[in-house]
């Protein structure tokens, strides 16, 4: 007897980067500040999603001379002005400060808002309808120069499953246990697993709680 086609798997609609865009929103787990000429409010937000998003903060903060990175670093619209250490920029381009970085914005702070949430949505342009035509060119001059543009939000045939988003894979690429901006390790079984905050912090209510709450883990860079 011939077995019938296989069960198409059912899986539940990921909500990774709305995840996210929730800790951008509540402004938790910050390690970037954007300040603006016309002196408005600073807008906070995370190195690893901006550098997983954007070609622009991936030269800007982890530039490396053997890159092939685009020349232009965005000039146009971002500037470094120091780490919170007190530092100009990174010196040491094999490692990345985790202090939180001041970043000098010609943007105006609604535009730079937009733009953030943009890049968190892997580049989709569905946030710009109620921006200004101002926000809209200077956002879409920023992202048809500098985003980072990946072939894997196409649906796998074979499985049905979506495979992962842009700004997944590039996380997942750039800083799976990987040492890199990791600001939390943990110690299992003499091995070191190196972790980050706000994927944790994101994805799970029980990481949330003991990163970010008053358990001891709370206060230090390791979990044993």
Do not use: W
């Not at 946030?127 to 809209?136: F, H, P, R, V």
């Amino acid at each position: 007897m011939l077995a019938g086609p296989l069960p198409r798997i059912q899986v539940p609609e990921s909500t990774f980067v709305t995840d996210l865009l929730g800790l951008l929103e509540a402004q938790v787990c910050t390690d970037i500040q954007f300040v603006f000429v016309e002196d408005e409010l600073p807008i906070e937000a995370h190195k690893m999603l901006l550098i997983s998003a954007s070609y622009t903060f991936k030269q800007l903060l982890i530039a490396d001379e053997n890159s092939d990175f685009c020349e232009d670093k965005g000039s146009l619209f971002f500037d470094v002005i120091k780490c919170s250490c007190g530092k100009k920029s990174v010196e040491n381009k094999s490692k990345v400060c985790i202090c939180k970085t001041k970043v000098q914005t010609t943007l105006c702070r609604e535009a730079c808002s937009f733009l953030l949430k943009v890049l968190y949505f892997s580049g989709s342009d569905k946030l710009l309808e109620n921006a200004s035509e101002k926000d809209k060119m200077a956002i879409e001059e920023f992202l048809n120069r500098y985003l980072i543009r990946n072939k894997t939000s196409r649906e796998n045939t074979a499985t049905g499953i979506p495979e992962l988003s842009s700004l997944a894979f590039q996380i997942k690429k750039l800083f799976l246990n990987k040492p890199l901006l990791s600001d939390v390790t943990f110690h299992v079984e003499g091995h070191v697993v190196f972790a980050h905050k706000v994927i944790l912090t994101a994805r799970s209510k029980v990481m949330a709680r003991m990163l970010m709450g008053d358990f001891v883990e709370s206060f230090s860079t390791q979990v044993k």
